[in-house]
């Protein structure tokens, strides 16, 4: 019976030939040369796709003192902005869609001397809604070119570009309403909730001066948020000493370039890798959120397994004994630890 078959046939000097291929793969030659091909299309997803592949990261955090009404928190950071990036611009615009009750931005908003005006548009609306910011280093300095294997020593010597027009920016957002509380204690009412809250200078550039705002947060507040750029641990540490129920930070970019099944490379900081991006705790009492962010250093502009991103943050009451009135001489962060 006659027909076609549904498989190509090989003519009897297709096999060898085959054969000579696969061959020449196995040589050491091939086998680098197999190896330079698959990182060239890895570096060509991570830098066109994945890059600007922007997420919205959802997490629930118990830290509310009991009886609270739940607060929707935006965490942004390190936006990286440059005046172009018209997607990423676009992408940040949206987020007012999702009416958050409170913005949180922890910095490294600028990359260019041009960009304030990028940054304060596509914030846009969110402006006009309850903030609190604190800058990083590229908020204060432009970007230089970096060997990127110096992410790998903790001790590397810092290089900085020109300033940046980082007072502008700060001008912009205290001018809508948002608090700075770099070095400064506040308090503010959102939606019902009473929040304490405190902040410090970029620990990456050693700007912290945690001694400003040492102390308990006031007992009567619902809750208590830390804020800093850099997650350093010597800093954690202070808030979670003084009790603060919540710390949000950036600066690790979630590692930027993670490995499947074994997370990120390094953090850019004394953190721990396990800690790297999203939700954990730090110490007994204390929450600790790090965004992943939502950009790049021009320099590198590449993400892999690590997706650009904005996180919605639900705090909702955490289960611990009620807080006992201040009358009657006990303050809510020794409530906790009973």
């Known amino acids: ?51 600007n592949a922007f997420a919205l990261r959802e997490t629930t955090m118990p830290v509310l003192a009991p009886g609270s009404s739940t607060l929707r928190v935006l965490h942004i950071s390190d936006l990286h902005m440059m005046p172009d990036q018209k997607l990423k611009q676009n992408w940040v615009r949206e987020l007012d869609r999702l009416e958050p009750d409170l913005v949180v931005n922890t910095g490294d908003n600028l990359s260019h001397q041009r960009s304030v005006p990028a940054v304060v548009q596509s914030l846009g609306s969110l402006l006009g809604r309850p903030g609190l910011f604190v800058f990083g280093s590229n908020d204060y300095f432009a970007p230089v070119p970096k060997n990127p294997l110096k992410y790998f020593s903790k001790n590397h010597k810092k290089v900085f570009g020109n300033p940046l027009p980082w ?19 506040r308090e503010l009412e959102v939606s019902g909730v009473r929040i304490a809250t405190a902040g410090v200078d970029d620990p990456h550039l050693k700007r912290d001066r945690y001694d400003t705002i040492a102390g308990a947060p006031n007992p009567i507040a619902d809750v208590s948020i830390g804020i800093t750029h850099s997650p350093e641990p010597r800093v954690l540490d202070r808030f979670a000493a003084d009790g603060y129920d919540l710390v949000l930070a950036g600066h690790t970019h979630g590692g930027q370039l993670c490995l499947p099944f074994y997370g990120a490379l390094v953090t850019n900081c004394e953190l721990d890798r396990s800690r790297v991006k999203g939700p954990s705790r730090w110490g007994a009492h204390t929450r600790l959120h790090v965004s992943a962010g939502l950009g790049t250093s021009p320099y590198a502009p590449y993400r892999f397994c690590c997706r650009p991103e904005a996180t919605l943050i639900t705090l909702v009451p955490a289960k611990r004994p009620p807080r006992t009135s201040p009358e009657q ?10």
């Open 1 to 51: 019976m006659s027909g076609t078959s549904a498989f190509p046939r090989h003519s009897a000097h297709s096999l060898p030939s085959l054969q000579s291929a696969a061959r020449s793969l196995a040589t050491p030659g091939g086998i680098a040369a197999l190896a330079a091909g698959s990182a060239a299309v890895g570096l060509t997803y991570a830098t066109a796709i994945e890059r």
């Open 167 to 185: 007072q502008d920016l700060r001008a912009a957002f205290t001018e809508r309403g948002w608090m700075d509380v770099t070095h400064v204690r």
């Open 329 to 338: 001489g006990v303050s809510r962060s020794e409530a906790m630890v009973r």
